[in-house]
């Protein structure tokens, strides 16, 4: 499944504003509920989306690079 990551920008009901809070959700509606369980009559200033994918492929090193760093 593709989820995405939600960068918000909120102030909160006491006024204090708080820059990034990032948030996975399958969609904005759903990084918005999530943010709003957190966060109880926040204001959102902004929003700004990326795409995450949760199957990346890990990456592989062979021997001689693992060796090569550990002499580093």
Do not use: W
């Not at 995405?4 to 509606?29: H, L, P, W």
């Not at 957190?38 to 902004?46: T, V």
């Amino acid at each position: 499944m593709l989820m995405q990551k939600f960068n918000f920008s909120i102030q909160t009901r006491d006024g204090q504003k708080i820059v990034s809070v990032v948030i996975a959700g399958k969609d904005q509606e759903d990084a918005e509920r999530k943010l709003r369980q957190m966060y109880h009559h926040c204001e959102i200033i902004s929003c700004n989306a990326n795409q995450m994918d949760d199957h990346k492929t890990p990456q592989i090193m062979s021997v001689e690079d693992i060796i090569t760093l550990i002499s580093k």
